[in-house]
């Protein structure tokens, strides 16, 4: 059997259903198909199960991409608020929990409950379990080929996603249908995702696994002011996360674990004014007590303040302030929350997100080397491009 579409548009996640809607609301006869049983897994568990659907400070500082202006015309085109306004359109209530991030009150699925009920509304036919066994493109028809049946269309929409939690659905579909076009590929890895250690620190990391503290993590000139929990595979937390998608393995990572107080400055006061304290009991009043044994024992120093040099108490401070630790890797695409790279955006027109190569190819969402930082800023990714393709396709 064969069937004609205006559109197909392969993987159901944020961004196919964005773009399914809106090119839907045009008249567009659109099929919409994903190889899962069920639609929006990724939105479904995101943010705790709450989805941290956008955030109100947008801009595309808070993206990465080896060309960051890429971003600039889709997220124009679809604002945060314009996702905003569509969630108050359907009475689905949120709260900003911080940093203008933006959660469901209830539940993610209300956000996957409002895009199949947009799906349904534009007349969009959805598929899902559906195996593609091949695709091409036959004079200026692309196709996608399921069993026996052909399905032809004059726009084909990749929106396929990255490679991270495979065991929702994640694949490499969208990079190796860029390879058959001949389009190039940014390397990709795991971002958003938590970092492992030596031995030495992994131990440190297990004895104080479930501690978590503000704590501001930065590389060279890019930092991040948030929390950090240690675990018993290394460290984890929003700070943690943020700063993985910028480096790599051997970097000099720098940690403080007290961002609102100057150790150095506080130990050399309590030396002249309280020369008798113990030096353990100081920092207890600033850090977690377990930490602070931690770094005492690491530094082997205790006992009264006033025994201890001040060269001492500069190397104490420093490993409170500056703590410096080189990741050995990530816990991979099993827990990442995003993948960094994918296809290049020279490949793409940043207006209509088509391929400049072959017309009514089309790339949306993370499959292209676009990566938001931790905060909403993926999600409103997903819908800006899904948005910007659903226009032109
Ligand atoms: C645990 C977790 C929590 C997250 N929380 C947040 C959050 O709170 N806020 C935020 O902004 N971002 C969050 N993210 C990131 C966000 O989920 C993604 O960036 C976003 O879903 C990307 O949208 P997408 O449509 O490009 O891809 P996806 O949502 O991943 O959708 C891709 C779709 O393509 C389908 N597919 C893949 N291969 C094939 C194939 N061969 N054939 C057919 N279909 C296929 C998949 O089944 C899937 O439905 C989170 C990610 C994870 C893993």
Redesign the pocket.
């Known amino acids: 059997m064969t069937q004609k579409y205006d559109i197909i548009i ?9 773009s399914a809607i809106e090119a839907g609301k045009r008249g567009r006869k659109v099929l919409l ?4 049983k069920k ?5 479904r ?4 199960g ?6 109100t400070n947008t801009h595309p500082s808070k993206f990465i991409s080896k060309n960051p202006k890429f971003i600039i015309s889709a997220l124009s085109q679809y604002t945060q608020d314009d996702f905003i306004n569509l969630i108050k359109k359907h009475n689905i209530k949120f709260h900003e929990k911080k940093l203008g ?1 933006l ?1 469901c009150d209830e539940s ?1 699925q209300q956000i996957v409950d409002m895009l199949l009920l947009e799906c349904q509304m534009a007349n969009v036919s959805l598929k899902k379990a ?3 066994t091949d695709t091409g493109k036959q004079g200026d028809q692309y196709f996608i080929t399921v069993g026996s049946d052909k399905y032809f269309c004059d726009s084909l929409i990749i ?4 490679l ?2 495979p065991k ?7 990079y190796e249908i860029a390879k058959k076009f001949n389009l190039n590929i940014i390397k990709t890895l795991p971002a ?1 995702v938590p970092l492992t250690f030596n031995e030495k620190i992994l131990a440190m990391c297990k004895e104080l696994s479930g501690l978590s503290l503000e704590a501001i993590v930065s590389l060279n000139k890019i930092c991040f002011e948030e929390g950090m929990i240690f675990t018993h595979r290394g460290l984890s937390g929003p700070s943690i996360l943020q700063i993985s998608s910028y480096c790599k393995t051997g970097d000099n990572i720098k940690i403080n674990l007290s961002p609102k107080l100057d150790i150095f400055k506080l130990l050399i006061s309590e030396k002249n004014v309280n020369p008798k304290q113990d030096i353990n009991n100081i920092i207890s009043k600033i850090l977690p007590k377990r930490l602070v044994h931690m770094i005492c024992k690491e530094n082997d120093v205790g006992g009264h303040i006033s025994e201890l040099s001040n060269k001492l108490l500069k190397q104490l401070s420093n490993s409170i302030n500056t703590w410096v630790i080189n990741p050995t890797g990530s816990e991979g695409y099993r ?4 993948t960094l790279g994918g296809i290049d955006t020279n490949e793409i027109s940043s207006k209509t997100m088509m391929s400049i190569k072959n017309p009514g190819l089309f790339f ?5 080397d676009v990566t ?1 930082h ?9 819908w800006s ?2 948005f910007v393709a659903g226009q032109y396709a």
């Open positions: 392969i993987g159901a996640g944020a961004a196919g259903l964005m198909v994903d190889h899962s639609i929006g897994e990724k939105i568990i995101s943010g705790g709450r989805c941290n659907f956008t955030n991030q959660f993610a559906i195996i593609i929106a396929t996603g990255g991270s939690v929702i659905g994640a694949s490499n579909f969208g958003l827990t990442a929350e995003v949306i969402g993370e499959v292209v938001g931790l905060g909403g800023y993926n999600f409103q990714w997903a491009s899904g």
